[in-house]
């Protein structure tokens, strides 16, 4: 029997410690606000006090919450009505169509590495439940489902159509949309130094309160109460996809929840946890799993072309690969038995 393990209360543990104790540092005068959404631990921590803030950042985040997932089959969210739509024309709301706009692009862009519409996959293998290992027909059959060109969108219209079966999951980009939008609330409210943390989708507003900044542990994915190294980050998303969030171990094989949309299968290639530092919240949510599924050659390559983003990569080897633009802001941590090498 299989079983799935979540990180996410760990993970924020990790970021919790190294932000309240962080490495000797104390911090005064923040607020916190600390909830359960969108199936992880959220902290959302501001400079100063602002209850009506915090009070409506934490709303949104139930409302974005009910209309992103699709997987309550009976849910009254946008996302949810799509998925038990039968393949007909839905009218849908301008922030998630908002979202599948986006998804199709990232989907485009990363040669199809990110895409929505592995959901069929992800209830197979039954990641978010009890997990199973499906046998080579039933992938191939799930698979017939799967691909981004059958999310149909129009954008005069504003609606959506799911063909051959298709059906989506915004896993691998709610939380990254959450983060920017409490960080748009933030903003609106005049709020110049806040860290929100959706279960590892962080986003930085500003530096500390004392001028220095924020600093951020990246989980070591062989024992995640302990960091593989620290980012000093200010105004900037940072989102960590691993292999070790979502899982189950089965024969002494870990099944994880990052799905290769070819092969059907949990992304098998020595990476285990990539990070993605960039403005964009939400390209770098998506970013970090597209990258996960490239593998390790991939993403350094997508990287030079593209631009804009810096990333971590961490193999399962304990080599860790940085961007240039983060030698000087990502810290090893000393005796972890990682090894940082920066690609050019
Ligand atoms: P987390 O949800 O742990 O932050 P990610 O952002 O990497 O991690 O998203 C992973 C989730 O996205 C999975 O749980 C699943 O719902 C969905 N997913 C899995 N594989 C893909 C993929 N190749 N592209 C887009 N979404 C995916
Ligand atoms: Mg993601």
Not at 93 to 109: D, H, I, K, M, P
Not at 217 to 225: I, K, L, Q, S, Y
Request: aromatic content about 8%; charged content about 20%; glycine content about 12%.
């Amino acid at each position: 029997m299989g079983y799935v393990k979540r990180i996410g209360p760990v993970l924020l543990t990790v970021c919790l410690t190294l932000l309240l104790n962080g490495c000797g540092e104390t911090d005064d005068g923040y607020t916190d606000k600390q909830l359960f959404a969108m199936d992880t631990y959220v902290l959302l921590r501001i400079g100063g006090e602002n209850t009506a803030a915090l009070e409506t950042a934490a709303e949104k985040i139930g409302m974005l919450e009910t209309e992103l997932t699709g997987r309550d089959a009976d849910g009254t969210g946008g996302a949810a009505r799509l998925n038990a739509s039968g393949g007909q024309e839905v009218a849908v709301g301008e922030e998630l169509f908002g979202l599948l706009e986006a998804s199709a692009a990232y989907s485009e862009q990363t040669g199809g590495a990110f895409d929505i519409t592995t959901y069929p996959l992800t209830k197979l293998w039954g990641f978010g439940t009890a997990g199973r290992i499906p046998d080579d027909a039933e992938i191939a059959e799930a698979l017939t489902q799967v691909g981004y060109q059958k999310l149909r969108l129009d954008p005069e219209r504003r609606t959506a159509v799911l063909t051959d079966g298709a059906q989506i999951d915004l896993g691998a980009i709610a939380k990254g949309y959450a983060a920017e939008t409490v960080c748009g609330i933030f903003t609106d409210y005049g709020i110049e130094s806040a860290l929100i943390n959706l279960g590892g989708n962080i986003f930085v507003i500003g530096s500390k309160l004392d001028g220095s900044p924020w600093r951020i542990g990246v989980a070591d994915p062989e024992d995640t109460r302990e960091t593989v190294g620290v980012l000093s980050a200010r105004d900037t998303a940072v989102v960590t996809s691993g292999s070790y969030q979502r899982y189950f171990e089965q024969g002494g094989t870990r099944y994880h929840h990052i799905l290769d949309p070819v092969t059907g299968r949990p992304a098998d290639n020595g990476l285990v946890s990539v990070t993605v530092i960039c403005d964009d919240a939400v390209w770098a949510d998506a970013l970090s799993t597209a990258l996960f599924v490239m593998g390790e050659e991939k993403p350094v390559g997508f990287w030079r072309e593209t631009g804009g983003f810096e990333m971590i990569l961490i193999r399962d080897d304990r080599q860790v690969l940085l961007t240039p633009a983060l030698e000087d802001s990502f810290e090893i941590t000393a005796g972890s038995g990682y090894r940082v090498e920066v690609v050019s």
